[in-house]
């Protein structure tokens, strides 16, 4: 059973495309966050829900919208695509009551031409 | 603004040998600190979870241990074997609904 799953895994598109990422956990866990792994393998948070309610928005383009229909989904749109946004998206996901171990999905790879 | 930092970057040893990872912090108001490993090509995998309150968490050949007040982390991997090549990554967080700090991860090579 996958804890938190991703789709798509893979990811080629052109620039200017729009497209979307998305992110489940079946692990009952109440927060979900999106992180992006640059080419030099750094990971750096884009967005935290909790509950549904964005806690975290971090210093991202207003091209990149997340959504969360509910607390075991979070989802990543991307609007207008730029070479710029090739990169590993990570999805993970956390429960306060049980110490905030963080869990994360297996990644998408983006990657625009 | 919390900084974490993992050196060196890179690190081979030969298989059997113990060795030390080390992780570093600037901020010592954290509420945890995980260490993961990642796999090239592959997501995260969570080794250990130390809260603010504990020094050290043991999981198999796995020890992590925590010195808040210098801002250091160590994970220890005893006998070491091929099968543990693979990225280590440290990360903090603030508070319990807080973003992770990722360090830039250690390579690690174990030779047969």
């Known amino acids: 059973d996958t804890a938190v799953s991703q789709t798509p895994k893979y990811l080629v598109t052109q620039m200017g495309n729009d497209k979307s990422i998305k992110c489940e956990q079946n692990l009952g866990h109440d927060t979900m966050y999106w992180y992006k792994q640059d080419s030099k393998k750094f990971l750096k948070i884009m967005f935290s829900y909790n509950n549904k309610e964005l806690i975290i928005n971090e210093t991202v383009p207003n091209r990149f919208s997340p959504k969360s229909p509910d607390k075991a989904h979070l989802n990543l749109h991307i609007n207008s695509l730029e070479l710029g946004d090739s990169a590993v998206y990570f999805c993970?996901?956390?429960?306060?009551?049980?110490?905030?171990?963080?869990?994360f999905g297996q990644g998408t790879r983006l990657t625009v031409v | 603004k919390q900084e974490v930092t993992q050196i060196p970057a890179a690190l081979s040893v030969p298989e059997g040998e113990n060795l030390v990872l080390n992780c570093s912090f600037t901020?010592?108001?954290?509420?945890?600190l995980q260490w993961f490993r990642q796999d090239p090509g592959k997501g995260l995998t969570s080794l250990l979870l130390i809260q603010s309150s504990q020094r050290e968490q043991t999981s198999g050949r796995l020890n992590a241990s925590l010195d808040k007040s210098s801002g250091r982390s160590t994970l220890y991997i005893a006998a070491s074997q091929p099968g543990d090549s693979a990225t280590y990554l440290c990360a903090v967080r603030r508070g319990a609904n807080s973003k992770l700090t990722f360090g830039k991860g250690i390579t690690l090579s174990v030779r047969p």
């Open positions: 993970a996901s956390s429960l306060i009551e049980r110490g905030g171990r963080a869990f």
């Open positions: 901020d010592s108001a954290i509420y945890n």
